[in-house]
C-alpha cells in the first residue's frame, strides 16, 4: 500500500496560494517513509489572518523558488492520499 500524507499552508484562508507543502511518502513494502517540507515564494502576499495560523512569514519566503507542480511529481495520481483537511489541501493543490 502506498499512501502519501500531504498538509499545505497559503497566503490566504480561502482560495490562497501555496506557501508550504509538507508531505510524508509511505509505502508498505519499504521500510523506510519519505517526508518532504518545503517553503515557496507565493505569486501574492501573505495575508496577517493566514500568518497568525501557520506562523510563515513574507521574510521567511523572500528567497524561497515558486511552487512548480512539478514538485509533486506523480504522487497523488500513484498514492492513496490522506490529509487532515483534504478538502482544503487538495483545492491549493488545483489551483496550483
Do not use: W
Not at 501574492?44 to 521574510?59: D, F, G, Q, R, S
Not at 519566503?61 to 487538495?90: C, Q, R, W
Amino acid at each position: 500500500m502506498k499512501i502519501c500524507f500531504l498538509d499545505t499552508e497559503t497566503t490566504s484562508l480561502e482560495n490562497g496560494r501555496l506557501v508550504q507543502l509538507a508531505y510524508e511518502i509511505y509505502d508498505s513494502e519499504k521500510t523506510e517513509s519519505m517526508i518532504v517540507n518545503r517553503l515557496y515564494k507565493p505569486p501574492v502576499p501573505i495575508e496577517l489572518e493566514a500568518m497568525m495560523v501557520h506562523h510563515i512569514t513574507e521574510k521567511m519566503v523572500e528567497d524561497k523558488y515558486p511552487f512548480l507542480p512539478s514538485d509533486m511529481g506523480n504522487i497523488l495520481e500513484n498514492y492513496i492520499f490522506t490529509a487532515h483537511n483534504a478538502s482544503f489541501d487538495l483545492g491549493v493543490m488545483e489551483r496550483e
